[in-house]
């Protein structure tokens, strides 16, 4: 088509626009592709468009192929004949107090997206997102401390930031600090990490692991306190081996349920130490020592070991672990039997059961039970030491008395050691002094454990033929011993029988002899009241005879 006064010139294939109101009657070159109806835009909502080719906008701005734009303007738009309609309402994005949102790629001066950079919008405030920004994490909320918490935030970038306390401070990546509440905070672009953090409550005997993200110093932080990490701090686990895992769990120590020494630690589990099963790594470790016992913790760094006396509370620092032991335990003694990190004072006792054999080869089994206890002077670290110097002081000790023992027997023949066994184990594990008397205790110079008693519980033949005979010899015995003493007690019964019918007979007699004596009296005085019956009646009868005379 020519160029003509009202019309520029066409090519075959151009669009164009004509806008009413008017009355048009199109030519015999031209086609009517549709009628466009405007788009009608209320306040709060805006149309998206993009340019199917590039043109110059009715606002005079030029648009290339595929740009996209928003238009806000309320009320009717009619769209170009390039232009064409992506969305048909976009929301308004509304912002309130307190609300915050970061948008990428926003859009620049020039109206065009800046890519990959990131715009920090907050709150109240309303706004379109335009074509090619979008929200990085969507609307938030203002971040609120209170009193007692605070954010650890990290610069990714540099920038200018205003202190708490009013300055001015150059921040570059990597840099850390803290936001301390109550406040409310909107983290800028320029940061990226963001780690929220509440004060730890410790109460009396509780208490955290804490480490220097800088410096690598680890450090125990005691209550009663409430404490806040700082920038360059953070919650340090620390790791305890499996056995002292369990052995804290079970209150101390670990076996087999026979063992009779595990019943002592029930008085020392902790439940407020694992919870679920677990412990929070990040606690302070503790351990409630029962009394007269002694716990030794060593602290790897330094290269020194302490030991805590009970009733005491054992509080790990961060480079100290217990110092667990492997007591032998059983009858007979079983090493590696009993898992613990208590070692009991005393007095106590040990029992085992020790194979002999004497110098006539008779084999036996004697069950033993020693008293011991262990002697330390506290405050000296030397002697503290010392309780821990063998890693065994139970297997050691049964060793010691049974090397004593089984010496001794072997020179000693079986019907001697049976009738003296007692006088002959006491003699081998307690020794004699100079005046030939057998010592009052043995003191073990490794660890200064005494033995003060020991007690022979049995002795029994390990071979069953000589058990079955010894049995039978005893049994006889008692039987022999039994009978004899039955027969002196009727001997004694009769003897005393015979003594009482002797001496009832003696006082039956001497009765008699005391009633006869009586009587005689009793017979002489009647004779005398007699004779001074008749006399009297006589004198009478001679008075009556004199009188009637006269």
């Known amino acids: 088509m020519e160029e003509t006064d009202t019309a520029p010139a066409r090519k075959a294939g151009d669009e164009w626009q004509l806008?009413?109101?008017?009355?048009?009657?199109?030519?015999?070159?031209?086609?009517?592709?549709k009628m466009v109806s405007p788009i009608i835009i209320t306040p709060g909502h805006a149309v998206r468009l993009r340019a199917r080719q590039a043109f110059t906008d009715a606002k005079g701005i030029y648009r290339c192929t595929g740009e996209e734009w928003l238009v806000r303007d309320i009320g009717a738009y009619l769209p170009d004949v390039y232009e064409e309609e992506v969305v048909n309402e976009v929301q308004l994005t509304v912002l309130s107090h307190h609300q915050y949102c970061v948008v990428v790629n926003p859009l620049g001066d020039d109206g065009r997206p800046c890519l990959g950079c990131r715009e920090l919008r907050k709150g109240p405030k309303t706004f379109f997102l335009h074509p090619g920004e979008k929200f990085e994490r969507g609307i938030q909320d203002?971040?609120?401390l209170e009193s007692d918490e605070a954010l650890l935030v990290t610069a990714q970038e540099e920038f200018d930031d205003i202190t708490e306390d009013g300055s001015k401070v150059h921040l570059t990546p990597g840099d850390r600090w803290m936001i301390h509440g109550p406040t409310d905070y909107i983290p800028r672009t320029e940061i990226g990490n963001i780690q929220r953090r509440k004060a730890?409550?410790?109460?009396?005997?509780?208490?955290?692991?804490?480490?220097?993200?800088?410096?690598?110093?680890?450090?125990?932080?005691?209550?009663?306190?409430?404490?806040?990490?700082?920038?360059?701090?953070e919650l340090y686990e620390k790791e305890l081996t499996p056995l002292a895992e369990e052995i804290l769990k079970e209150g101390g120590g670990v076996g087999d349920a026979s063992i009779r020494k595990i019943a002592y630690f029930d008085g020392a589990k902790d439940p407020s130490l694992f919870k679920g099963n677990k412990r929070d790594k990040t606690r302070v470790v503790t351990y409630r020592c029962p009394s007269n016992c002694a716990v030794q913790v060593y602290n790897y760094i330094e290269k020194t070991a302490r030991v805590v006396f009970g009733p005491d509370l054992v509080v790990l620092d961060p480079h100290e672990n217990f110092n667990v032991l492997s007591l032998s335990a059983g009858k007979p003694k079983k090493e590696n039997a009993l898992k613990t990190i208590c070692l009991m004072l005393g007095p106590n006792f040990i029992s085992d059961h020790i194979t002999v054999e004497t110098?006539?080869?008779?084999?036996?089994?004697?069950?033993?039970?020693?008293?011991?206890?262990f002697r330390v002077e506290r405050g000296n670290p030397e002697s503290e030491a010392m309780l821990f110097s063998v890693p065994d002081f139970i297997g050691f000790a049964c060793r010691e008395v049974a090397s004593k023992v089984r010496g001794k027997v072997a020179s000693i023949p079986f019907e001697q050691f049976h009738k003296h066994?007692?006088?002959?184990?006491?003699?081998?594990?307690?020794?004699?002094?100079?005046?030939?008397?057998?010592?009052?205790?043995v003191i073990f110079t490794?660890?200064?454990?005494?033995?003060?008693?020991?007690?022979?519980?049995?002795?029994?033949?390990?071979?069953?033929?000589?058990?079955?005979?010894?049995?039978?010899?005893v049994q006889m015995a008692i039987e022999i011993s039994t009978k004899s003493i039955e027969r002196s007690a009727q001997h004694e019964a009769q003897r005393?029988?015979?003594?009482?019918k002797g001496e009832l007979e003696r006082q039956k007699l001497q009765n008699e002899k005391e009633a006869e004596e009586a009587r005689k009296e009793l017979l002489e005085l009647q004779a005398v009241a007699a004779a001074v019956e008749s006399t009297g009646q006589a004198k009478a009868e001679a008075q009556y005879n004199f009188t009637m005379k006269d």
Request: charged share 20%; glycine share 4%.
């Open 446 to 473: 490794a660890n200064n454990l005494v033995i003060t008693n020991i007690d022979i519980q049995s002795i029994e033949p390990i071979d069953h033929h000589m058990r079955d005979s010894l049995s039978k010899s």
């Open 359 to 373: 110098s006539d080869h008779a084999r036996l089994k004697i069950a033993v039970s020693m008293n011991n206890e």
């Open 200 to 233: 730890t409550p410790l109460n009396e005997n509780e208490g955290i692991y804490v480490r220097n993200v800088q410096s690598g110093q680890v450090r125990a932080i005691l209550g009663p306190q409430s404490y806040l990490l700082q920038a360059a701090e």
């Open 421 to 441: 066994s007692a006088d002959i184990i006491t003699a081998a594990v307690f020794g004699k002094n100079a005046d030939g008397e057998v010592n009052k205790e």
């Open 19 to 33: 806008r009413g109101p008017l009355t048009y009657l199109p030519k015999p070159e031209e086609q009517v592709v």
């Open 496 to 500: 005393t029988e015979q003594k009482a």
């Open 142 to 144: 203002a971040i609120i």
